[in-house]
């Protein structure tokens, strides 16, 4: 007796069709898995909060300053702890002699949008976290702010940290 094919005729399906049909069941897996190990790499990597620093009184925030290729970076390196809201976090920049380039800029301004006016893209590590973080950091132009370069960072109306693109 013949088993049930599904086919009018009775007849099973041509071999090509078969190994067709085991391609794509072996594609449908495969991608399965690849989507499985991005999930899992994806939520290993996108904290959902700041690290916490410890101790009785908040330490100063710190930044470090490096440069690759054409642009500087300026990472908000420790102790950012998420007290700063990124939309109350400015950005004032003077070039090496000391002349303003624009004014306190808002850290949720500074983006890809805004680039060939500012020169300078707030690059926001932890996307779905209001504050800042330690890791979020300014990109900034090396041919519009050369060697000597200063920066200011605020919040609000107080300044938080200062330095020069070096």
């Given at each position: 007796m013949q088993e049930p094919s599904g086919r009018k005729d009775g007849s099973s399906p041509?071999?090509?069709?078969?190994?067709?049909?085991?391609?794509?069941?072996?594609?449908?897996?495969?991608?399965?898995?690849?989507?499985?190990?991005a999930l899992v790499y994806w939520g290993e990597t996108l904290p959902l909060e700041c690290?916490?620093?410890?101790?009785?009184?908040?330490?100063?925030?710190?930044?470090?300053?490096?440069?690759?290729?054409?642009?500087?970076?300026?990472?908000?390196?420790?102790?950012?702890?998420?007290?700063?809201?990124?939309?109350?976090?400015?950005?004032?920049?003077?070039?090496?002699?000391?002349?303003?380039?624009?004014?306190?800029?808002?850290?949720?301004?500074?983006?890809?949008?805004?680039?060939?006016?500012?020169?300078?893209?707030?690059?926001?590590?932890?996307?779905?976290?209001?504050?800042?973080?330690?890791?979020?950091?300014?990109?900034?132009?090396?041919?519009?702010?050369?060697?000597?370069?200063?920066?200011?960072?605020?919040?609000?109306?107080?300044?938080?940290?200062?330095?020069?693109?070096?």
């Amino acid at each position: 007796m013949q088993e049930p094919s599904g086919r009018k005729d009775g007849s099973s399906p041509p071999e090509s069709m078969k190994d067709v049909l085991a391609s794509l069941s072996l594609v449908v897996a495969i991608l399965t898995v690849y989507a499985g190990l991005a999930l899992v790499y994806w939520g290993e990597t996108l904290p959902l909060e700041c690290r916490r620093f410890t101790g009785t009184a908040p330490p100063e925030p710190t930044l470090t300053v490096t440069h690759s290729g054409r642009n500087w970076t300026v990472e908000l390196a420790e102790r950012w702890g998420e007290r700063f809201p990124k939309s109350q976090m400015f950005l004032r920049m003077r070039d090496p002699y000391g002349v303003d380039r624009f004014g306190m800029m808002r850290f949720t301004d500074l983006t890809m949008a805004n680039w060939a006016t500012f020169h300078v893209v707030f690059q926001d590590i932890h996307p779905g976290i209001p504050g800042t973080c330690d890791g979020d950091r300014l990109l900034i132009d090396r041919t519009s702010y050369g060697l000597g370069s200063a920066f200011a960072v605020s919040f609000g109306n107080v300044l938080i940290a200062t330095g020069f693109l070096h």
